[in-house]
């Protein structure tokens, strides 16, 4: 049985590498600014007040339908600022995964977890086209102003989809991309918008199920694995 589960994850990780060979990168070059981050420069930028996300971050915690118990997966998870959150939420009998392509993100989140008495955060180095999660770990996946720094999102999707258990959720916040209406640093910054943000993640396996209208430079979309 043992072995059997071992070739069945193997064939697994296969054909996601053969996926990421095939698609093109949408974004090449969109994630430079992480290899050697100053990473008190980061924190400085990510959490402070006047970013939406950060004024919200509570709002966007309780909106996500995080309770205790559950293991979370932070993707993209910066210098930590859900993480954390969602590691007081979740309490000592569930866990959180911080999920970053940048070692030192991760090994920074950590470092502040341990300080802050948080024992049930784990690290995982993801690659671009890979979170690196176990198999159905996860009943919550997390991607905040994340989404549109996939630079191969079929295939990081499919990952993302692998890692979630039968029936979990799927929540995106990310910049509202509005010709005409959103700044000039989104429109050339974020490829995409919401609404070819929703195609994408619904061919990929999910179900859209909430769109929930509280953030004005940001949206916030849960969806369930199918």
């Not at 008190?40 to 006047?50: D, I, L, N, R, T």
């Not at 671009?128 to 630079?151: G, K, M, N, Q, W």
Request: with cysteine.
């Amino acid at each position: 049985m043992k072995q059997r589960y071992a070739r069945w994850i193997w064939l697994a990780l296969a054909v996601i590498y053969v996926a990421a060979a095939e698609e093109q990168s949408v974004r090449p070059g969109i994630n430079q600014a992480y290899e050697h981050p100053d990473v008190a420069q980061w924190a400085a930028a990510f959490e402070h007040p006047g970013r939406e996300v950060y004024d919200k971050r509570r709002d966007i915690v309780a909106a996500s339908g995080v309770q205790p118990g559950m293991a979370i997966a932070d993707i993209g998870a910066g210098t930590g600022l859900f993480t954390r959150l969602f590691a007081r939420a979740v309490g000592p009998t569930g866990k959180v995964f911080a999920v970053d392509i940048t070692r030192s993100f991760i090994d920074h989140i950590l470092k502040t977890s341990r300080e802050q008495g948080l024992a049930n955060v784990h690290g995982i180095v993801s690659s671009p086209a890979d979170v690196r999660l176990p198999i159905a770990s996860v009943d919550l996946a997390f991607v905040c102003d994340t989404y549109h720094h996939f630079e191969y999102p079929k295939t990081i999707l499919r990952t993302i989809h692998r890692a979630l258990r039968p029936g979990g959720a799927l929540v995106v916040v990310d910049y509202r991309r509005e010709p005409g209406v959103s700044s000039s640093w989104v429109l050339g910054h974020v490829r995409a918008g919401k609404e070819t943000v929703i195609r994408e993640i619904q061919q990929a396996g999910f179900n859209l199920i909430e769109d929930r209208p509280f953030l004005q430079e940001n949206y916030f979309l849960r969806f369930k694995r199918m």
